[in-house]
């Protein structure tokens, strides 16, 4: 009679290839945000390795706990090894979070206005008022994660006979920096008007042969007023 032993094999340990996973700083609220992604792809990487076979195999990875920060962003390489009691493997997956680009702005132009060449104070305002709209499309503000422009101007425009300088100071803010620019709108006013007192005339009518004598000395008096 005969007896046979047989040792099965373990069955081939298997996997697939897992997705790495490039997502945008500017697509999150916050880092709580980041973090909650990081965590799902993790499981989700273990998930589309679909690991099978083996003997009981376990599986490790030597991620250390880090994970990319909203404003710098950075990529994470994690290696897991797949164990059973007849071999090993690894395979990989990354994570990339890419950062915001920086905010950029062009300094504007400070404008200088004489009151001289304005017919009244609305013609001010309407310089004014384009002068601000003229400030925000020279600045070009770029970048960041859908920055918000905001600005210091209390609504006071300098006024015609006075003239005078606003400084407006704006704050570019996003979810990870903060800039700031100013502009500076002058409006110098008419120069002071000047008068000297010109020299009353008096005349004697014996000095004078006749009528038409007297109106040439009053037509140059008033030339001579001027």
Same mark, same amino acid.
Do not use: K, R
């Given at each position: 009679?005969?007896?046979?032993?047989?040792?099965?094999?373990?069955?081939?340990?298997?996997?697939?290839?897992?997705?790495d996973l490039?997502?945008?700083?500017?697509?999150?609220?916050?880092?709580?945000?980041v973090d909650?992604?990081?965590?799902?792809?993790?499981?989700?990487?273990?998930?589309?390795?679909?690991?099978?076979?083996?003997?009981?195999?376990?599986?490790?990875?030597?991620?250390?706990?880090?994970?990319?920060?909203?404003?710098?962003?950075?990529?994470?390489?994690?290696?897991?090894?797949?164990?059973?009691?007849?071999?090993?493997?690894? =395979?990989? !997956?990354? *994570?990339?979070?890419?950062? #915001?680009? /920086?905010?950029?702005?062009?300094? &504007?132009? +400070? $404008? @200088? %206005?004489?009151?001289?060449?304005?017919?009244?104070?609305?013609?001010?305002?309407?310089?004014?008022?384009?002068?601000?709209?003229?400030?925000?499309?020279?600045?070009?503000?770029?970048?960041?994660?859908?920055?918000?422009?905001?600005?210091?101007?209390?609504?006071?425009?300098?006024?015609?006979?006075?003239?005078?300088?606003?400084?407006?100071?704006?704050?570019?803010?996003?979810?990870?920096?903060?800039?700031? =620019?100013? !502009?500076? *709108?002058?409006?110098?006013? #008419?120069? /002071?008007?000047?008068?000297?007192? &010109?020299? +009353? $005339? @008096? %005349?004697?009518?014996?000095?004078?042969?006749?009528?038409?004598a007297v109106?040439?000395?009053?037509?140059?008096?008033?030339?001579?007023?001027?």
């Open positions: 009679f005969d007896a046979v032993f047989t040792l099965n094999p373990p069955a081939s340990i298997t996997n697939n290839e897992p997705d490039v997502v945008e700083a500017c697509d999150f609220t916050d880092q709580t945000a909650a992604t990081f965590n799902q792809w993790l499981i989700d990487v273990e998930t589309q390795a679909g690991v099978q076979g083996g003997c009981a195999a376990s599986i490790s990875n030597d991620w250390d706990g880090s994970i990319p920060q909203l404003c710098t962003g950075g990529s994470i390489t994690i290696t897991w090894t797949v164990i059973d009691l007849c071999g090993s493997f690894t =395979f990989d !997956a990354i *994570f990339t979070l890419n950062p #915001p680009t /920086p905010i950029s702005v062009s300094d &504007p132009v +400070d $404008l @200088t %206005v004489e009151a001289c060449d304005f017919a009244d104070q609305t013609a001010v305002d309407a310089e004014f008022n384009q002068w601000l709209t003229d400030v925000l499309s020279q600045a070009n503000v770029t970048g960041g994660c859908n920055p918000v422009i905001t600005n210091d101007f209390d609504g006071n425009i300098p006024q015609l006979c006075t003239g005078g300088t606003v400084i407006i100071n704006y704050t570019v803010t996003d979810l990870c920096e903060t800039t700031t =620019f100013d !502009a500076v *709108f002058t409006l110098n006013p #008419p120069t /002071p008007i000047d008068v000297t007192d &010109p020299t +009353d $005339l @008096t %005349v004697e009518a014996c000095n004078f042969a006749d009528q038409t109106d040439n000395e009053f037509n140059q008096w008033l030339t001579d007023v001027l």
